[in-house]
């Protein structure tokens, strides 16, 4: 099946600073990624939808100028939180799609803001 | 209302048991529905993808979907310790680029 990785895996930092994400599909070529972030116990919810070389849509209620989005090629898209807060923890979750298809998901980065 | 409902469990079986997970949703325009699983700490895999009305089966997991009531099952046969996950339930309009919509996941415990 198709296979998107994600890094880091988990990262701690301080309260301030900003944190690049990145989410690779491996094996294809993704027309549409998406960022989605989880709390404990809940299920996902999706941030924003981005296609390859366009601007990222951010849903309803996410600062597209706190969580910069770029999808500079099909099989490369990154998540940086800028000046990052402790209500930022939570776990990022990728996904990848090509046409026709449904999503498959990285494994997720589990940010700690300190 | 919310678009799509999931009992969250926890929802606890022995092994060997059939387990019967459901999602009820309110948007009759879903045309394709999924089911993931997710163990903790990890993103979700896609276990079974279906279009419209019907019956999937893939190995011990069997998909319905049943477009009239607005309603969706997964069943898992002989469950194993293995299945010990969340179970999401998810459906989107049309392929690809559509959002896809989650109900929030059914924990489920396969005790040995």
């Known amino acids: 099946g198709a296979v998107v990785s994600q890094h880091p895996s988990w990262v701690i930092c301080k309260s301030g600073t900003s944190v690049k994400i990145e989410c690779r599909s491996l094996?294809?070529?993704?027309?549409?990624m998406f960022w989605y972030r989880q709390f404990p116990k809940q299920s996902l919810m999706l941030m924003a939808t981005?296609?390859?070389?366009?601007?990222?849509?951010?849903e309803q209620g996410v600062e597209k100028d706190k969580f910069l989005i770029n999808h500079a090629s099909l099989t490369l898209s990154t998540l940086t939180v800028t000046s990052a807060h402790p209500e930022d923890s939570s776990f990022y979750i990728c996904?990848?799609?090509?046409?026709?298809?449904?999503?498959?998901f990285g494994p997720g980065t589990r940010l700690l803001v300190l | 209302q919310k678009e799509v409902e999931q009992d969250p469990g926890p929802l606890s079986v022995p092994e060997g048991a059939i387990v019967s997970l459901n999602c009820t949703y309110s948007?009759?325009?879903?045309?394709?529905f999924m089911w993931y699983r997710q163990y903790s700490r990890k993103g979700p895999e896609l276990l079974m993808y279906?279009?419209?009305?019907g019956n999937k089966e893939d190995g011990r997991f069997t998909a319905q979907v049943d477009k009239s009531s607005k309603y969706i099952s997964l069943f898992i046969r002989d469950s194993q310790p293995s299945d010990s996950a969340t179970y999401l339930c998810?459906?989107?309009?049309?392929?690809?680029?559509?959002?896809?919509?989650f109900g929030p996941g059914t924990s489920l415990s396969v005790i040995p």
């Open positions: 996904s990848a799609s090509m046409l026709q298809e449904t999503q498959y």
């Open positions: 094996d294809f070529q993704a027309t549409t």
């Open positions: 981005s296609n390859e070389g366009s601007k990222a849509t951010y």
């Open positions: 948007n009759s325009a879903f045309q394709y």
């Open positions: 279906t279009y419209s009305s």
């Open positions: 998810a459906m989107m309009w049309k392929t690809s680029y559509d959002k896809v919509i």
